[in-house]
């Protein structure tokens, strides 16, 4: 009798644990839906949303707890086998609980409209608020790392393994955002004038006329801001440059004029074939220091297809001649239907219209601000969006990223590959034309294939205006220059055009790295391979990154299993 009372009160125990363990599994699960509930309504602006999300999250979690506790829970962690489950199961309840209270709720309390101009000017002392806030959300990540790091994977069931891996996940995805939202956070307030007038050029490059950064920077605007306040304070185009001048604006290195030639300091439209953006925008402030001596503390570069993208925050944009600007018809407009319906001279000025109508909706606060920021990152992904700032801190935060436009270094894990287009049209016919690009890697070698693919039909051809056909070639030929960067300290083993081999038409040391140009002449719809392969010894499993020129539609890049060379 006493077994079978031994024997039915331990069921009894085991099914009342089993019971707790379920609960405590719908709770979590529930919870993890609250925590995307809260991250949903961050992202939309609704403070409401997210508080109820946030307490809903804290009962939840709260009731998880609850379950996991006590004598009984605490004896069957010390049962073989089955204890670590429980074990397991109790700290991710806690751990999710402190994250509820760490970083969830603190996170529900912050306010993407604090980023947001109200009559041309934020709030600095609304967006310095949200230091503490990040101070203690980073800190609640911190410690959920640590907790969960106390839990041993090996051998817990596929149901308990699969929680803790989620909630593993889930810090991971949230814990590389809080730092540089903190260093945003940090430099905003200066940015935005907040110890004095800050002056910026805003630069937008058009890709339809390729350059190694974009494109032909034919329209600019100056842009002030002053304790939150942001206005534009001038505008400029390629007119009012004199062009073709004898010596280049600024003093050019040996290195750069062999690859790129010193139009690049004797035209304002090729001083963005130098594919580094600190020197463009050396180049930039010489112009700008002659003609309006003027200076600026940081120079922002942008192209029509990132403007698409802000559209997509701001919605259209009503434009002078009464069109209206999409995140559709953007980029077809601005690079090439604009050459269609408007004289040389007044496409510039169309542009400018649209960049300023954008800048306007902008600063009047007329946005979205989720879609907002992930317009943003996006063009900065793509190297659409570019920055320079004189500020060091500035500087740091964005170093070894796309939106510094600086070829990194190499390491041992990671070769890094250029690949840059530069228009020898003398046209707008680069809109045409799409690129592919494949890498492969050994580790004796890194070798690619750089696809480029023209569009442009013989009746397309045949009704371009003058303004899109340029000088130099004829309605149906694109001549390109692509130069190709090496890792660095690397060397050429082979070049190829079309599988055969290509001279280069220059050659050289750039940026510390074996650079080549070598053109690619299109007939109307044509494809043509450019294939490259360079020496250069790497680490098993070292990966190739490529940095590009951002073309008028996305760049697909591969990387491919081995080379065929090698």
Known sequence: MLLLAVLIGGAFVAKNLYDRAMSVRGHLEQAMTEVAAVQRAILSGDADAAARASSELSVQTRAAVAESGGRAWGLAEGVPFVGDNFRAVRIVAETTAGLATDVVAPASAVNLDAFRPVGGRI?????AALAPLL???DQGLADSVSSLSRID???LLPEVQDGVQRLSDAVDRIQPLIAPARDIVSILPNALGGSGPRDYLLMFQGNSEARSLGGNPAVFLTVRTDGGAIAVSGEAQSRDFLQNRRAPIVPLSDDEVALYGDNIGRFTPDLTMVPDYPEAVRIAEGWWSEYFDEDFDAVISLDPVALSYLLDATGPVALPDGQSLTADNAVPLLL????FQYDPDEQNV?????????FSKITAGQFAPDRFVTALDHAASEGRLLYWSRDPQETTLISGSRMAGVLPADTDDTSVVGVFVNDNTGSKKSYYL???IQTCRTPEAVGGDVTLTSSLTAEEAARLPGHIVGVNYPAGEISSYVVIYGPQGSSLQSLTLDGQPVDAVSTGEHLGRPAYKVEILHDFTASHVLSFSFAAAGAPGASVDVW????TRETPVSTAEGCANG
Do not use: C, K, R, W
């Open 350 to 358: 169309f542009f400018g219209a649209a960049a300023a109508g954008i």
């Open 336 to 339: 090439n239907e604009v050459y």
């Open 135 to 137: 101070d203690t959300i």
């Open 123 to 127: 709030d600095l002392a609304a967006v």
């Open 153 to 155: 994977s090996a051998g």
């Open 548 to 551: 590009h020129t951002p073309m």
């Open 434 to 436: 799409d690129m592919t």
